[in-house]
C-alpha cells in the first residue's frame, strides 16, 4: 500500500516562519497551546482550510481533528457561511450601534436552547463566562464560585484556579499575576463529585452565588457527566439559592442542536455558548432567565458592555451556521454520530489489537483517546494519561497527514465535512502511527 506510507513531510516555510513570529509575539503564538510545547515538533503554519482539511505553508494537507477547537462543526469556508460574511462585510464591518442581525441570531439561539429567554452576545468564550459569573454575584448577592478541576471557562482571573485538594481549599491561583484575592472566592471540586458540592454548600452556607460547569468536558480531553450528576446540581442549586451555569462554549450546538442541556435534559439558570455560535468569528453568548437577564444595565446594576459585541460579520456569520444546523439537524447529528464512533473506536480497537493501552471517551462528536488503561471519570483519572505516549502518538499521525489537538488533554472534534473518506484515512494514519 505505497499511497498509505507517509512520505516525510517538508516543513521549511512553517519553520521560518514559527522563527519570524517568536521574535514578535511569545512563544510565536497568539494562543498558548499552538506552540505545541506539550507535543514536541515545528507547529504548521496554515495558509488555508477548506472542508475537513488544512493546508500549510509548504503545501502540506492536514485531515482536520480539532476544528478551530470545536466552531468549524460544518468544515471550513463553508459556503452559505462565507458568503453571509462577505455580504455582511460590504455592508460595513461594525457599527458600534443596534442592528437587526442581533435579535436574528438571538431568536435562532433562544428556539435551540429553551432554557435561555433573554441574552446578550459578546466576544468570547472567556467573556461570556466571566460576565456569567458577574451576573450571578450580582444577582444572589453573594460572593463563592464553585467550578471543576480540569474544566476550562476562559482566562478570567477568578476562573483561573488550579485544581483545589478538598472541599474546604481555598482556590488557589492557576496563573502567575492572578492574586490570591481573586481566586479566594473560587471554590474547585472534582467532577463527577456529588458530595464534594453537598459539603461546599454545607460549609458555606447561603455564599454560593453559583455553580458553573461543562456538561461534558472538553478542556481535560473529553469526560462524560456521571448518570445523575447534572440533576442532581440542578436540584442541589435551586435548593440552596445557587444559580447554575452551564458553560457550553464548546458543547453548544456540538451535541445536539440544544447542546448538554438537551441531550441530557437539564435546565441551566444561565448558559454560555461561544465557538460554533459564531460561525468561526468572534462571538460568545451569555443568557438565561429573563428575570436574571434584566439585572444587566441598562435595566439593571451588572455592569457589562463591549465595543465590538453583536459584530455584524460575527451575526451573520452565526445566523447562516444555526440555520443550517436547524434545517439539517437530523442529518447533521446523525452524521457526526456515526462518524465520530467509527474513528473513535476504529482507532481504539487498533489499538488494542497493538495491546496498547488506550481508554476512548466519546461523547457526540467530542472525543479523547486517553494513553492509560484507567476509566477516565475526572481530572486525577486524566491525568494517568502517558503524555510522552500521546505525544509519539500525534507527532505520527501529523506525518501522516492527520492533525490532532496537540495535547492530551483537549478534546477532537468531527465535522461535517469528514465523511467515508475521511474515516479511511484516519484509520490508516491511526495503523502506522501506532506501529
Ligand atoms: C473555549 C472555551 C471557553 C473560552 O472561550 P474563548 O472563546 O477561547 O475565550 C470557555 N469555556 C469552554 C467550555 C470552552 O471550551
Not at 514578535?24 to 498558548?32: A, E
Not at 502517558?386 to 506525518?399: G, I, N, Y
Request: hydrophobic share 45%; net charge negative; with cysteine.
Amino acid at each position: 500500500m505505497p499511497s498509505n506510507e507517509p512520505t516525510a513531510r517538508v516543513t521549511t516555510q512553517s519553520r521560518a516562519l514559527q522563527q519570524r513570529a517568536a521574535r514578535l509575539l511569545p512563544g510565536g503564538v497568539d494562543s498558548p497551546v499552538r506552540a505545541f510545547l506539550a507535543v514536541g515538533g515545528d507547529p504548521p503554519f496554515v495558509t488555508h482550510a477548506k472542508g475537513a482539511y488544512l493546508w500549510d505553508a509548504d503545501g502540506n494537507r492536514y485531515l482536520d481533528f480539532f476544528g478551530s477547537w470545536g466552531p468549524m462543526i460544518l468544515g471550513h469556508a463553508f459556503e452559505p457561511v462565507v458568503e453571509a460574511i462577505q455580504q455582511a462585510a460590504a455592508r460595513g464591518a461594525s457599527f458600534g450601534a443596534s442592528h437587526a442581525g442581533e435579535a436574528n441570531l438571538a431568536e435562532l439561539v433562544t428556539r435551540c436552547f429553551p432554557s435561555i429567554q433573554k441574552l446578550r452576545f459578546v466576544s468570547s468564550g472567556t467573556e461570556a463566562c466571566m460576565s456569567a459569573i458577574r451576573l450571578a454575584r450580582g444577582f444572589t448577592g453573594r460572593k463563592f464560585v464553585v467550578k471543576f478541576e480540569g474544566c476550562y471557562h476562559g482566562h478570567a482571573d477568578a476562573l483561573l484556579v488550579k485544581a483545589g485538594s478538598g472541599i474546604a481549599t481555598l482556590g488557589i491561583p492557576g496563573s502567575a499575576g492572578v492574586p490570591e484575592e481573586t481566586a479566594m472566592h473560587t471554590l474547585a471540586l472534582p467532577y463527577n463529585d456529588l458530595t464534594a458540592v453537598e459539603l461546599a454548600f454545607e460549609n458555606h452556607p447561603e455564599q454560593i452565588a453559583c455553580i458553573i460547569l461543562e456538561p461534558v468536558v472538553g478542556n481535560a480531553g473529553t469526560i462524560a457527566p456521571a448518570p445523575g450528576f447534572l440533576s442532581e446540581l440542578r436540584r442541589l442549586c435551586t435548593q440552596h439559592g445557587a444559580l447554575l451555569i452551564v458553560d457550553e462554549v464548546m458543547t453548544g450546538f456540538r451535541l445536539s442542536l440544544g447542546g448538554a442541556q438537551q441531550m441530557y435534559g437539564v435546565q441551566a439558570d444561565i448558559t454560555t455558548l461561544g465557538k460554533i455560535v459564531g460561525g468561526g468569528l468572534p462571538c460568545g453568548v451569555f443568557g438565561g432567565r429573563a428575570e436574571i437577564m434584566d439585572y444587566l444595565a441598562p435595566l439593571g446594576p451588572v455592569y457589562q458592555a463591549g465595543t465590538l459585541s453583536g459584530n455584524p460579520l460575527a451575526m451573520a456569520a452565526g445566523i447562516a451556521t444555526l440555520e443550517h444546523l436547524i434545517q439539517h439537524e437530523g442529518e447533521v447529528y446523525g452524521g457526526l454520530e456515526r462518524v465520530t464512533a467509527h474513528i473513535a473506536d476504529g482507532v481504539a480497537s487498533i489499538a488494542h489489537a497493538a495491546g496498547i493501552p488506550l481508554t476512548t471517551n466519546r461523547v457526540g462528536s467530542m472525543f479523547t483517546w486517553f494513553f492509560t488503561d484507567q476509566p477516565v471519570t475526572d481530572f486525577a483519572s486524566a491525568a494517568t494519561s502517558d503524555t510522552k505516549a500521546f505525544a509519539r502518538f500525534h507527532r505520527a499521525m501529523l506525518e501522516a497527514g492527520v492533525w490532532l489537538p496537540p495535547s492530551q488533554y483537549e478534546a477532537a472534534f468531527i465535522s461535517t465535512a469528514h465523511r467515508d473518506v475521511e474515516i479511511g484515512l484516519a484509520l490508516d494514519a491511526a495503523r502506522h502511527a501506532l506501529r
